[in-house]
C-alpha cells in the first residue's frame, strides 16, 4: 500500500507478521527488516512483487484492518482446524493489555476476552471490550462465535450470571461457574448446604510440582432442595466446594483456601475437579506465555484498532506453534523458526 495505490495484498502482508510472530519478532520496524532479509524465502508462497512492507504500511495495515472481521475470520480458521474432545473444557476469562493503558493520551486501555480449548491449547476467539465491567456482556457473544456442543464452559465469578448459564445450555453445553460473594444469597446458601448435607461424591488430586505440594479435594451436592431460586440457573445439576492445600516444599508453608462452584453437570467430582483444574490454563498457558513469550503487556501499538489486530497476529501465531508442537520451551522453538526456514515453512503450512 502506498499513497492510495494497493502494492501488497492482505495475504502477503498476513503471511509476512506471522512468519514473522512464530520467529519470536514482534514489533513493526523489526518485522519489516525481517520481510527484507528473508524476501526470497516469502517469494516462495507470494509474489511480493515490489519487495516487502515498510514498518509504516504495517502499521496502517493494522490499525485500518476491521477487528470483528478480523477475529472472524480467526475463529473460523481455528474451528476447522480444531479437535473435538468429550467434556472439552472452554476456558472463558479476560486480560487487559497493560501497554494501552487509559493514561495514554486520546487512548482508552483495551481488555479482551478469550476462550480456550484447553485440551487442544488453541485459542479459539476473543472478544473486545473497553473494560472489565463489561465482559459480562461479551461472553454470550463469545459463545455464539465457537463450536462449544459437548463442551464444559468454565468462567471466573465475574460471569457467573444467569444470562450466561442460559446462553451456555442453549449451546447444548455444561457449565462450571465459580461462585463468590457477587452472588451473595446464592453462595451463603451453597456455603450452608456443605455444612449441613453430605455429599453426592468426592474426590481428592494431589500434584505435586514447581516446588509444592498441592492436595485439590472436590466434594459435590445433587440434591438442590434447600437452595432458593435454583430454577433462575437453567440447567443447574449440582454445587460444588473444593478445598486446596497448598505445601511448599522448601519451607514447608501450609496455605488452605475453599472455593465454591455451580454447575451444569452430573455429581462426578472426578471430572469436575479436573474442569476446574483446567481452568486455570488460561491463565498460565495462554496469558502468562503472551506477555512473556510474544511481550503483549510490553507492546506499544496504540494506534486507531493495530492492539486488538495485533492481539489476533499473536494468537494465531501462538495456536500454530502448538499445532506442531517442538520440543524444548516456547521460547526455544521461536528461535529454531527464527534460524531455520524449513521448520518455519512447516509451522505456516496450516495458515
Same mark, same amino acid.
Not at 511480493?48 to 504495517?58: C, I, K
Not at 501499538?301 to 495456536?319: E, G
Given at each position: 500500500? !502506498?499513497?492510495?495505490?494497493?502494492?501488497?495484498?492482505?495475504?502477503?502482508?498476513?503471511?509476512?507478521?506471522?512468519?514473522?510472530?512464530?520467529?519470536?519478532?514482534?514489533?513493526?520496524?523489526?518485522?519489516?527488516?525481517?520481510?527484507?532479509?528473508?524476501?526470497? @524465502?516469502?517469494?516462495?508462497?507470494?509474489?511480493?512483487?515490489?519487495?516487502?512492507?515498510?514498518?509504516?504500511?504495517?502499521?496502517?495495515?493494522?490499525?485500518?484492518?476491521?477487528?470483528?472481521?478480523?477475529?472472524?475470520?480467526?475463529?473460523?480458521?481455528?474451528?476447522?482446524?480444531?479437535?473435538?474432545?468429550?467434556?472439552?473444557?472452554?476456558?472463558?476469562?479476560?486480560?487487559?493489555?497493560?501497554?494501552? *493503558?487509559?493514561?495514554?493520551?486520546?487512548?482508552?486501555?483495551?481488555?479482551?476476552?478469550?476462550?480456550?480449548?484447553?485440551? !487442544?491449547?488453541?485459542?479459539?476467539?476473543?472478544?473486545?471490550?473497553?473494560?472489565?465491567?463489561?465482559?459480562?456482556?461479551?461472553?454470550?457473544?463469545?459463545?455464539?462465535?465457537? *463450536?462449544?456442543?459437548?463442551?464444559?464452559?468454565?468462567? *471466573?465469578?465475574?460471569?457467573?450470571?444467569?444470562?450466561?448459564?442460559?446462553?451456555?445450555?442453549?449451546?447444548?453445553?455444561?457449565?462450571?461457574?465459580?461462585?463468590?460473594? !457477587?452472588?451473595?444469597?446464592?453462595?451463603?446458601?451453597?456455603?450452608?448446604?456443605?455444612?449441613?448435607?453430605?455429599?453426592?461424591?468426592? *474426590?481428592?488430586?494431589?500434584?505435586?510440582?514447581?516446588?509444592?505440594?498441592?492436595?485439590?479435594?472436590?466434594?459435590?451436592?445433587?440434591?438442590?432442595?434447600?437452595?432458593?431460586?435454583?430454577?433462575? @440457573?437453567?440447567?443447574?445439576?449440582?454445587?460444588?466446594?473444593?478445598?486446596?492445600?497448598?505445601?511448599?516444599?522448601?519451607?514447608?508453608?501450609?496455605?488452605?483456601?475453599?472455593?465454591?462452584?455451580?454447575?451444569?453437570?452430573?455429581?462426578?467430582?472426578?471430572?469436575?475437579?479436573?474442569?476446574?483444574?483446567?481452568? @486455570?490454563?488460561?491463565?498460565?498457558?495462554?496469558? @502468562?506465555?503472551?506477555?512473556?513469550?510474544?511481550?503483549?503487556?510490553?507492546?506499544?501499538?496504540?494506534?486507531?484498532?493495530?492492539?486488538?489486530?495485533?492481539?489476533?497476529?499473536?494468537?494465531?501465531?501462538? !495456536?500454530?506453534?502448538?499445532?506442531?508442537?517442538?520440543?524444548?520451551?516456547?521460547?526455544?522453538?521461536?528461535?529454531?523458526?527464527?534460524?531455520?526456514?524449513?521448520?518455519?515453512?512447516?509451522?505456516?503450512?496450516?495458515?
Amino acid at each position: 500500500m !502506498n499513497g492510495g495505490n494497493f502494492r501488497y495484498s492482505l495475504n502477503e502482508i498476513l503471511f509476512l507478521t506471522l512468519a514473522a510472530a512464530i520467529s519470536g519478532i514482534t514489533e513493526w520496524d523489526e518485522m519489516a527488516e525481517f520481510g527484507r532479509h528473508k524476501l526470497e @524465502w516469502l517469494r516462495k508462497f507470494f509474489e511480493y512483487e515490489h519487495g516487502t512492507p515498510s514498518h509504516d504500511t504495517l502499521n496502517r495495515l493494522y490499525s485500518s484492518l476491521d477487528p470483528g472481521q478480523f477475529c472472524d475470520s480467526f475463529t473460523e480458521w481455528v474451528g476447522e482446524l480444531r479437535t473435538h474432545y468429550r467434556d472439552e473444557v472452554i476456558a472463558i476469562d479476560g486480560k487487559t493489555i497493560r501497554g494501552t *493503558d487509559p493514561k495514554c493520551k486520546g487512548m482508552e486501555g483495551i481488555y479482551y476476552v478469550s476462550a480456550y480449548a484447553a485440551e !487442544n491449547e488453541l485459542v479459539l476467539s476473543q472478544a473486545i471490550t473497553q473494560e472489565k465491567s463489561n465482559e459480562i456482556t461479551a461472553v454470550p457473544k463469545l459463545l455464539d462465535a465457537i *463450536d462449544c456442543k459437548g463442551a464444559i464452559i468454565t468462567v *471466573d465469578a465475574l460471569n457467573c450470571q444467569t444470562k450466561i448459564a442460559e446462553k451456555v445450555m442453549e449451546k447444548e453445553a455444561n457449565y462450571i461457574f465459580s461462585l463468590k460473594k !457477587n452472588q451473595r444469597e446464592l453462595y451463603e446458601q451453597v456455603v450452608g448446604r456443605f455444612e449441613r448435607q453430605t455429599a453426592a461424591d468426592h *474426590d481428592k488430586n494431589i500434584d505435586i510440582g514447581h516446588g509444592r505440594i498441592e492436595t485439590r479435594t472436590c466434594s459435590v451436592i445433587s440434591d438442590l432442595t434447600f437452595i432458593d431460586n435454583a430454577e433462575q @440457573w437453567k440447567g443447574m445439576q449440582t454445587i460444588v466446594k473444593i478445598d486446596a492445600e497448598r505445601i511448599q516444599k522448601a519451607t514447608g508453608e501450609v496455605q488452605r483456601e475453599t472455593r465454591y462452584y455451580i454447575s451444569s453437570l452430573r455429581p462426578d467430582a472426578a471430572l469436575i475437579n479436573y474442569s476446574v483444574r483446567k481452568h @486455570w490454563s488460561i491463565e498460565n498457558k495462554l496469558h @502468562w506465555i503472551l506477555d512473556v513469550n510474544f511481550g503483549e503487556d510490553r507492546s506499544r501499538k496504540r494506534k486507531d484498532h493495530s492492539a486488538k489486530n495485533y492481539a489476533l497476529v499473536i494468537k494465531t501465531a501462538l !495456536n500454530l506453534i502448538r499445532l506442531k508442537p517442538g520440543k524444548g520451551p516456547l521460547k526455544r522453538q521461536k528461535l529454531r523458526a527464527l534460524l531455520d526456514d524449513d521448520l518455519r515453512e512447516e509451522l505456516l503450512t496450516k495458515f
